[in-house]
């Protein structure tokens, strides 16, 4: 593996465990909406630099439908924030 996809791998968890912080940490569901939807796309990322590392898109439809149910649980969750309030 390159210098640079350890770099990238190394970025990408160092964020998903802050966001993971901030979703254990948080008190409102706004926030901890945000910090999951992001957590869903370091994921995504970290999949398609796995992608590239490897050469290998296999798992390029993992990171399509993580991504798609990603998009479903943000909209599903503004939804309910929108008709319950915050």
């Known amino acids: 593996m390159t210098v640079v996809a350890t770099v990238c ?4 968890a ?3 465990a802050l966001c993971l912080l901030r979703v254990v940490r948080s008190e409102g569901l706004p926030d901890r909406a945000i910090a999951l939807d992001t957590v869903t ?6 999949i ?5 590392a ?16 990603g998009f479903l649980a943000t909209v599903t969750i503004a939804r309910y924030m929108g008709r319950r309030g915050p």
């Open 54 to 69: 490897t050469g290998d898109g296999t798992y390029a439809d993992v990171a399509l439908v993580l991504s798609l149910l």
């Open 48 to 52: 398609a630099v796995g992608i590239v």
């Open 41 to 46: 796309a370091t994921i995504i990322s970290g």
């Open 9 to 12: 791998f190394a970025a990408l």
């Open 14 to 16: 160092v964020s998903a």
